[in-house]
T-cell receptor, first 113, second 113 residues
Framework: EAQVTQNPRYLITVTGKKLTVTCSQNMNHEYMSWYRQDPGLGLRQIYYSMNVEVTDKGDVPEGYKVSRKEKRNFPLILESPSPNQTSLYFC????????????FGPGTRLTVL | GNSVTQMEGPVTLSEEAFLTINCTYTATGYPSLFWYVQYPGEGLQLLLK?????DKGSNKGFEATYRKETTSFHLEKGSVQVSDSAVYFC????????????FGQGTRLTINP
């Protein structure tokens, strides 16, 4: 089954404790993105990647890192999480850009205390 | 910059009612327009899309027409069902060669039997 998977689905952590949220897709897509969803704000793009070793900032990249060492994986790294990073995070992938459909993972709900 | 404005929610309707969720956008160039739906506890799924002016996207009884003259992409359905209860997001991608969706804030729809 074609899908985007994320782990963990739920995470509660404390300020300053480094964490990684994994994302993997099995559709051989070139493009991958991370978004955060906050009430009243919709989804905002954090980072995206056009291919292996090629990444770029989205609209809200501060406090986040990403890497793309393999085509299928695109982990999101929070080196020193803060409470304002408490949010619902979605990974997405697409075969191309512009008019192409993005396929979303199930989401990771992160709480930073 | 690019932006999407959606009808404020929540919206509550009775089964078989007519649905309209308004969406207007601001963008440079010729964006592609999307409606995504988020069912409870799930990630976003593409509902429909339109990639050029006057195109009509349709799926599962939902329709939306790309109106360049009014910069709008309103979502409509003639007869809603309880199973349509979800959060609906309007989005655009204005940058060819980049995977950069800009979302509206989302509209929560509840359908009562």
């Amino acid at each position: 089954e074609a899908q985007v998977t994320q782990n963990p689905r739920y995470l509660i952590t404390v300020t300053g404790k480094k964490l990684t949220v994994t994302c993997s897709q099995n559709m051989n897509h070139e493009y991958m993105s991370w978004y955060r969803q906050d009430p009243g704000l919709g989804l905002r793009q954090i980072y995206y990647s056009m291919n292996v070793e090629v990444t770029d900032k989205g609209d809200v990249p501060e406090g986040y890192k990403v890497s793309r060492k393999e085509k299928r994986n695109f982990p999101l790294i929070l080196e020193s999480p803060s409470p304002n990073q408490t949010s619902l995070y979605f990974c997405a992938s697409s075969i191309g850009t512009g008019r192409d459909t993005q396929y979303f993972g199930p989401g990771t709900r992160l709480t930073v205390l | 910059g690019n932006s999407v404005t959606q009808m404020e929610g929540p919206v509550t309707l009775s089964e078989e009612a007519f649905l309209t969720i308004n969406c207007t956008y601001t963008a440079t160039g010729y964006p592609s327009l999307f409606w995504y739906v988020q069912y409870p506890g799930e990630g976003l799924q593409l509902l429909l899309k339109a990639t050029k002016a006057d195109d009509k996207g349709s799926n599962k009884g939902f329709e939306a027409t790309y109106r360049k003259e009014t910069t709008s992409f309103h979502l409509e359905k003639g007869s809603v069902q309880v199973s349509d209860s979800a959060v609906y997001f309007c989005a655009l991608n204005a940058i060819q060669g980049a995977q950069k969706l800009v979302f509206g804030q989302g509209t929560r729809l509840t359908i009562n039997p």
